[in-house]
C-alpha cells in the first residue's frame, strides 16, 4: 500500500514536470528601459528650448523677488513678513522667504506668480522630488541687518 502510494506520488511529479514549450509573444514582454527611446521633447510633446526658456524666466522671476525681498534693511522684525515661496513637484512650498511689509503690494503677486509657474514647470518636466514638508519658520530675527528666518529657536539664513 506504502509502495502505491510513493509510485503514484512520484507519476504525479513526473507529470506535472512534463513541460510543454509555450513561446511567448516578445511584443508582450517588458522591454528594457535602457532600449527606451529618448523623448524629442519635453515629457508632454513641448520642445525642449521652451522649457530653458521657462526656466530662465523662473530664475529672473527668483531674483527680482530676491531683489525686493533684500532691498530693505532688517532694524525692527515687527516690520518683516513670513511668506511661502515656490512649489515642490509633490506639493508644498519649496521655501519661505522674509519681506518687509513696505514691499508686500508689490512682491506678493510675484511670489504667487512664481508659485504658479514653477508648478507648471515641474508638472510639464515631470519632476519629483522627496515629498519632505518643509518646516515653516516660527519667526524672523534681524542680524546685520538681513532678515533671516528661526526655525523652532535656530536660524536659517536668507
Known sequence: ?????????????????????????????????????????????????????????????????????????????????????????CGGPATYIAYHKDNETELIPKIQEFTRRIARYNQRRNLFSDCAIEPQPSGIQCEGGKAVLLYNGAEAAE
Open 1 to 89: 500500500m506504502k509502495r502505491t502510494a510513493v509510485i503514484l506520488f512520484c507519476l504525479a511529479v513526473l507529470s506535472g514536470c512534463k513541460s510543454t514549450k509555450t513561446i511567448a509573444d516578445p511584443e508582450t514582454l517588458p522591454k528594457d528601459v535602457a532600449l527606451k527611446p529618448e523623448r524629442p521633447s519635453g515629457g508632454n510633446g513641448e520642445a525642449e528650448e521652451d522649457l530653458e526658456k521657462e526656466a530662465e524666466g523662473l530664475r529672473r522671476l527668483r531674483a527680482a523677488i530676491d531683489s525686493i525681498s533684500g532691498s530693505k534693511v532688517c532694524t525692527d522684525v515687527e516690520d518683516w513678513r513670513i511668506s511661502p515661496l515656490g512649489s515642490k513637484p
